[in-house]
């Protein structure tokens, strides 16, 4: 399997336990060498991945902003339940219900239970601070966690008819009082082992099940 010529997308693969396993990463900004974070490339690459691999199953990986308010703390690892966008402002209706983009994840309760993970709704906006229309939206969305990829990788998926699992781990509280991105970068390293641990658990849970075993 090759990604077309000239994106960064890199594919790690191999075989674990009973799995055919592919890892996708989108890659570094080619003109700006930082991720290619946000919703526009992880669309593009789970489109891509789709296409070329015709997965069982996805698992979205990676960090997010919790909110204490809802339960949240540093280095807590969550299962979304349910995601939706914060930033796709449509006042036109009907519109405003596909800006919103609201969808429930692949249902996981035998996982939760079995990892004692905690399950939230996960809202997904391409910026990392909090405007003040963002944060209403995301009162509205009743969500736990925020994201910057999570609902674009779900609709994809969805449209594709891929389950998906969507695995977040919180590098900082959007509702504290530490700045955002500084909270980020100082928790970033000993949450991401975090979420490698609890990825790691899921993969291992996973093997030998269907998706109705979950």
């Given at each position: 399997?090759?990604?077309?010529?000239?994106?960064?997308?890199?594919?790690?693969?191999?075989?674990?336990?009973?799995?055919?396993?592919?890892?996708?990463?989108?890659?570094?900004?080619?003109?700006?060498?930082?991720?290619?974070?946000?919703?526009?490339?992880?669309?593009?690459?789970?489109?891509?991945?789709?296409?070329?691999?015709?997965?069982?199953?996805?698992?979205?990986?990676?960090?997010?902003?919790?909110?204490?308010?809802?339960?949240?703390?540093?280095?807590?690892?969550?299962?979304?339940?349910?995601?939706?966008?914060?930033?796709?402002?449509?006042?036109?209706?009907?519109?405003?219900?596909?800006?919103?983009?609201?969808?429930?994840?692949?249902?996981?309760?035998?996982?939760?239970?079995?990892?004692n993970l905690k399950a939230g709704k996960l809202s997904t906006g391409d910026s990392l601070d909090m405007s003040p229309h963002d944060e209403a939206a995301i009162v509205v969305n009743d969500a736990t966690i925020k994201d910057m990829e999570g609902a674009a990788?779900?609709?994809?998926?969805?449209?594709?008819?891929?389950?998906?699992?969507?695995?977040?781990?919180?590098?900082?509280?959007?509702?504290?009082?530490?700045?955002?991105?500084?909270?980020?970068?100082?928790?970033?390293?000993?949450?991401?082992?975090?979420?490698?641990?609890?990825?790691?658990?899921?993969?291992?849970?996973?093997?030998?099940?269907?998706?109705?075993?979950?």
């Open positions: 399997m090759e990604f077309p010529k000239g994106v960064p997308w890199v594919r790690y693969h191999g075989i674990y336990k009973d799995l055919k396993v592919n890892i996708i990463w989108p890659g570094k900004d080619l003109a700006l060498g930082v991720d290619s974070v946000g919703t526009v490339s992880s669309s593009l690459v789970t489109y891509a991945s789709i296409q070329a691999l015709q997965p069982d199953l996805i698992i979205n990986a990676g960090t997010s902003g919790g909110f204490k308010a809802k339960g949240a703390c540093i280095g807590d690892v969550y299962i979304a339940s349910d995601v939706a966008f914060h930033d796709r402002r449509i006042p036109i209706p009907i519109f405003d219900v596909y800006g919103i983009g609201a969808r429930q994840t692949c249902s996981t309760p035998n996982l939760l239970k079995a990892l990788v779900a609709y994809v998926a969805d449209i594709l008819s891929v389950p998906a699992i969507f695995i977040k781990a919180v590098t900082d509280i959007v509702d504290g009082d530490k700045p955002t991105a500084e909270e980020f970068l100082q928790n970033l390293v000993a949450v991401s082992a975090a979420l490698d641990n609890a990825v790691t658990q899921v993969v291992d849970f996973i093997s030998g099940k269907c998706i109705q075993e979950l």
